[in-house]
Each structure stands twice: as structure tokens, then as C-alpha cells.
């Protein structure tokens, strides 16, 4: 290790002298700021992962006909399904007034490049949030009315395909903030339940045009059973926490004791 040493000349009536170190503990020709900004990146770089920065390319749903897509969530007793939020355990009045809980939900949509869990590659993710008073969407051209207008696809994945047609599998879920869990959905259509791709709905790429449609108008998504040991390990997957709001003590004197008088 090397010692820099100096000579620090002090006037005879001087009292003393300030010192003045550099925060990375080196001396080079860097101001403070140019310290402070070179340590607080090193710091980023150790505390969290690098960014990953990826090109997309956004694809607009382009069909002739709208495309229907249901959540029929089971009621409590799990013996039926519905397309209602009131079996997902919501309130009439939490659903008109969009409560809090209501507002803090919302729909997961995974989208994979195969609905095979052993090789699949997950492409990227979308989020429905505006969530209504019925568990009904609607896929369409209008982007200013329709959240599900849109897909943004990373670059990579369609450089890796030859063909003009492209297969994406989507996995649905939802986070239901009143109980905090989430709930999954299988595909109606392929209701066998050894079937790998029960899970996904297929949907097509037009990496030419820029498009996306489904090979059908109508999509019938059923919720698992949350019994089921899947869901539980989906579950399992995250924490949840009471965000609640903080209570402050009465008073404007602060005693001794550790608590708060009033004092006029």
C-alpha cells in the first residue's frame, strides 16, 4: 500500500486546520460531485442487478371482428364458476365505489414462446388494471377504450424467427389484493387437465405487419381450484404485506414515560 505524505504549513495565529478527504479515499484530479456520482453508481452496481435493456417492437391487435376474452372466477365454496368479481370475493358496493381493494388488483398476462414448462422461455409481461364491475374484456383497435390494445414483443425473440408467423402461449392470472392471492385460469377450450397446454391460450404474430390476433373470437379463461398444490406454489412465490397507515399519538407534550400529555 502507498502513503502520501504532505506538509500542511499553518500561519503562527492560526487555532487549526480543516482537512478536507476525498470520499473514495484516493486523491485524484475528480471535484465533489464527480465523487459523489462515481461512488453512488459503484454502490448501484453492488446493491442491484444490472438493467437490462432490450428493443421492442409494439404489435396492434388487427382483426375484422372483436375477440372476447372471460374470467369466470370460482365462488367460495368452489363448486361453480362465473363471470362475476363477486365470486372472486368483492363486494357490489366495493366494485361500484372501486374501492381500494378493487383498484389494487389486477390481471397478469404472461406470454411464453412455447406452453411447454420444461423448455419455455418467458417473453415478456402485461398487466390489466382497469378492472370494471365484470370480468369481461374485449380485444379491439381502439387504444384510447381498450388497455389490451397493445403488445409490446422484445426484438430478440422475433429475430429468432424465420417465418411470418409466429406462435405466442399466454398464461392468465390475478392478484386479488383483497386477500392477497393470486388466482390462475386455465384454458375451457382444452379443459384436460393433462394436457400441458391447458394452461395457455395461443395467440398469433405477424412479425411483418406488426399485428397480433387469436385463433378464436371467444376466450373462456376458468379458475384453478386454489386447492390445488399449483396454486399454492404460485403463491408461495411472493410476500405480501398490511401497507398500513401510520397513527400518531395524541398530545404536545412528550412525558418521561414514553407517552404524550396535553398541555394548554
Do not use: H
Not at 453512488?40 to 382483426?63: M, V
Not at 370460482?74 to 372472486?88: H, P
Not at 386455465?186 to 387437465?193: G, R, S, V
Request: include cysteine.
Amino acid at each position: 500500500m502507498s502513503i502520501i505524505q504532505q506538509k500542511i504549513y499553518l500561519n503562527k495565529n492560526a487555532s487549526g486546520a480543516t482537512l478536507s478527504f476525498p470520499l473514495s479515499g484516493g486523491i485524484d484530479f475528480s471535484g465533489y460531485q464527480q465523487e459523489i456520482d462515481n461512488i453512488t453508481e459503484e454502490t448501484k452496481e453492488e446493491l442491484i442487478n444490472p438493467i437490462e435493456d432490450y428493443e421492442i417492437r409494439r404489435f396492434r391487435y388487427a382483426r375484422s371482428v372483436v375477440t372476447t376474452l372471460s374470467f369466470r372466477f370460482l365462488n367460495s365454496s368452489n363448486t361453480s364458476r362465473s363471470v362475476s368479481f363477486t365470486n372472486a370475493g368483492f363486494t357490489s358496493a366495493e366494485l361500484s365505489e372501486s374501492a381500494d381493494v378493487v383498484r389494487n388488483s389486477f390481471f397478469i398476462a404472461d406470454f411464453y414462446d412455447t406452453f411447454s414448462a420444461n423448455t419455455q422461455t418467458r417473453l415478456f409481461t402485461t398487466y390489466l388494471t382497469q378492472i370494471g364491475n365484470s370480468p369481461t374484456y374485449e380485444f379491439d383497435d381502439d387504444e384510447l377504450a381498450n388497455q389490451l390494445c397493445y403488445w409490446n414483443v422484445p426484438k430478440w425473440f422475433l429475430d429468432e424467427q424465420p417465418d411470418n408467423l409466429v406462435y405466442v402461449y399466454i398464461k392468465f392470472s390475478f392478484y386479488n389484493a383483497k386477500d392477497g392471492k393470486l388466482q390462475l385460469f386455465y384454458n375451457q377450450a382444452i379443459n384436460d387437465i393433462n394436457n400441458p397446454e391447458n394452461l395457455y391460450f395461443q395467440a398469433y404474430l405477424y412479425p411483418e405487419l406488426k399485428t397480433f390476433r387469436f385463433p378464436n373470437t371467444s376466450l373462456n379463461a376458468y379458475e384453478v381450484n386454489p386447492n390445488y398444490a399449483y396454486v399454492q406454489r404460485n403463491n408461495d412465490t411472493f410476500q405480501n404485506f398490511e401497507n398500513k397507515k401510520q397513527t400518531y399519538p395524541t398530545g404536545n407534550v412528550f412525558e418521561d414515560d414514553g407517552t404524550y400529555d396535553t398541555v394548554n
